[in-house]
């Protein structure tokens, strides 16, 4: 069942850092981890001829033959994609499509997310702090005349008006919301690699932790961070001869809707509805065989209405489900993120969101150490750009 | 750059052609929307129907109410220029009309603000702009 032409053969993942301590240019980065992914595979340099990646700080323009040029690698297939926090997780499939037509063979699929060194005289990188515009105040972008104005800067007050209407649509305790964060940060005591490795919290420091925006706090939010993740992916035939078992991409969607959050055709009826549902046709799978589910978690809201929209429960039933399940790794009925999320391990930028498939390809390759599932055969990824706006599901199955 | 700063340190709108006639009738305390003939109101202003792309639309004066289809009360001030003007409420309201816009809710307890609530529109002139807000009215 499912596609089946093409696998992640090999993953690279840097720690999150709050304080990176190599700066980089981001042609650098997308080296660095192409080295380690391709070592990672056992799959040598020359065979790569597809490359993936985000829009490049220091090559803006022309991005696809700037990183072709910088690593020597000549592509049949140079891609950006522009999707936020579903960057990652729509480069797998546009790269398993390409490879699927037989335009390339193996791609490597990069997200850098580092600070570049400081220009000569210049002063050290400081802490990551996020664009609050998110280049919507560009000329003649409607955003500049009508969000940023109001106030609907940055990320969190956008999430928000989704908990909020949740709250009012449906219902929807904050202590629900509060359970997503905990259960997150107890999974990232798997992971060493986590930001919040050592730091477990419970219901009562996410309850008293500080208001952001209504109802969101603190402890709901995403910490933004440095880091930086990479794949390879194959044709399945390629893949079975690689280092590890191959996580064969059976089934994928994509849905884009809206670009501010007043403008989603429903706030509550999210892409990922559109995207799952052709990924687990496309795969042949039931959703109630997933192994685990690696989801795109900037805010806990995120997580409620995503299980909701992906359809591993009915409508408005989001908030019974987080309550009824036991999110963890170790024991938990439904395991999420067992990597810890980047609630829990952190969001160093798009790396972030690819790491929600990284930890899938290695709970499938059995590498995922310590936090290890007993059986991992199927893995539900998917990531989140935008303002709930631009959604891409992936359903990862072992060979 | 589409967005400009006032000399007090807010992001304020820079209008272009296609939206001036919304800018130019706000400062008349005017909320004017784009009607399309088969589609109906829309919103933010375009060059044609985001529906149906049909580029006979006519600019129509509409009622200036709505309803709060939700909100968020944002305690640390995520807006340039507001951030000592927290808590403030920052909503997606639902025009009578249909379409829906972002504004912030003025004049108001945000702690009593709700889902639903009917809101009416409120203009503020800043410096060569007009912003538009809401603020709670009786049902």
Known sequence: ?399 | MGTRHSADGRPIPWPNPTTRPFFDAARERRLRLQRCPRDGFFFYPRSRCPRCLGADWEWRDASGRGVVHSFSVDRVGHLPGLERAVPYAIAIVELEEGPRLTARIVDCDVDALRVGAPVEARYEDVEDVTLLHFAPRSA
């Not at chain 1, 926090?85 to 390409?98: D, E, F, L, P, Q």
């Not at chain 1, 400081?118 to 105040?137: F, I, K, Q, V």
């Not at chain 1, 990924?279 to 806990?300: E, K």
């Open chain 1, 1 to 399: 069942m499912g596609r089946r032409a093409a696998a992640v053969a090999g993953i690279a993942e840097w720690k999150p850092l709050r304080v990176w301590d190599r700066p980089m240019f981001t042609l650098e980065a997308c080296a660095e981890l192409a080295a380690l992914a391709l070592e990672d595979a056992g799959i040598a340099k020359d065979e790569v001829d597809g490359l993936l990646i985000p829009p490049l700080q220091d090559s803006p323009m022309f991005g696809p033959s700037a990183a072709a040029e910088y690593l020597g690698i000549p592509a049949n297939f140079g891609e950006v994609v522009d999707l936020g926090g579903a960057s990652g997780a729509g480069m797998v499939w546009r790269a398993a499509a390409a490879i699927e037509l037989g335009v390339c063979e193996t791609c490597l699929v990069l997200c850098p997310s580092v600070p570049p060194p400081p220009a000569e005289g210049g002063t050290r990188p400081g802490r990551m702090r996020m664009p609050a515009y998110l280049g919507g105040d560009a000329w003649g972008s409607p955003q500049g005349a009508f969000e940023i104005p109001a106030g609907m800067v940055a990320a969190t007050p956008s999430f928000a008006q989704v908990a909020k209407r949740y709250q009012a649509v449906h219902g929807l305790r904050e202590e629900t919301l509060a359970k997503v964060a905990v259960q997150a940060r107890h999974n990232a005591q798997s992971n060493e690699n986590a930001i919040f490795f050592g730091k477990p919290i419970g219901i009562d420091d996410v309850m008293r932790s500080r208001r952001v925006c209504d109802p969101l706090k603190l402890l709901e939010v995403v910490m933004p961070c440095f880091g930086g993740a990479a794949l390879v992916v194959t044709s399945a035939a390629r893949a079975a001869r690689a280092r590890h078992r191959p996580a064969l991409i059976s089934g994928f969607g994509e849905h884009v809707s809206h670009k501010s959050i007043a403008y989603a055709p429903d706030l509550l009826d999210n892409p990922i509805r559109v995207a799952a549902e052709r990924a687990f046709r496309m795969a042949g799978a039931a959703r109630d065989a997933i192994d685990l589910a690696s989801i795109y978690d900037c805010y806990t809201i995120t997580v409620l209405v995503t299980i909701e929209n992906a359809g591993f429960c009915p409508r408005g039933q989001g908030a019974a489900f987080v309550d009824e399940r036991d999110l963890r790794w170790d024991g938990g009925d439904w395991p999420l993120n067992t990597h810890g999320g980047q609630l829990g391990a952190g969001q160093p930028g798009l790396a972030g969101g690819l790491g929600h498939v990284t930890e899938a390809v290695r709970q499938i390759q059995g590498r995922a150490g310590k936090r290890q599932l007993p059986h991992c055969d199927l893995a539900y990824a998917n990531g989140t750009g935008g303002m709930m706006s631009e959604q891409v599901a992936l359903v990862l199955e072992g060979a």
